[in-house]
């Protein structure tokens, strides 16, 4: 079992930065694959960025490569979701989840593939 805890969403200007952390209890967490998720009003959830265990491949949609980082800190048993460059429609629920099935460097994108989920995390950028 994971349990996944998330903090740091809140109120941003655009072009503002902002660091989401989740941390996760309960298993090895450098075999544990993270991904980053997020869901807009009325949108479907979608991907945003993964990292898989021990590290061996980062993914991010397209939409945010070259403003957003994942990282994992496998002492404090954490992954972080720098954003900087924040965009209005960056606007949405973020969500990290977790799963220990998947291959080394894989990081599926689709949501239904995670099987533990965090709370989530608002994360508003005015237009």
């Known amino acids: 079992q994971v349990q996944l805890a998330e903090s740091g969403g809140g109120l941003v200007q655009a072009g503002d930065s902002l660091r989401l952390s989740c941390i996760a209890f309960g298993s090895t967490f450098s075999r544990v694959t993270m991904g980053w998720f997020r869901q807009a009003p009325g949108k479907d959830r979608e991907f945003v960025a993964g990292i898989s265990r021990g590290d061996v491949y980062i993914s991010y949609a397209d939409s945010v490569k070259d403003r957003f980082t994942i990282s994992r800190d496998n002492a404090k048993t954490a992954v972080y979701l720098q954003m900087s460059s924040l965009k209005p429609e960056d606007t949405a629920v973020y969500s990290c989840?977790?799963?220990?099935?998947?291959?080394?460097?894989?990081?599926?994108?689709?949501?239904?593939?995670?099987?533990?989920w965090g709370q989530g995390n608002q994360v508003t950028v005015p237009s």
């Open positions: 989840a977790a799963d220990y099935t998947f291959l080394p460097a894989s990081v599926p994108s689709t949501a239904e593939e995670y099987y533990f």
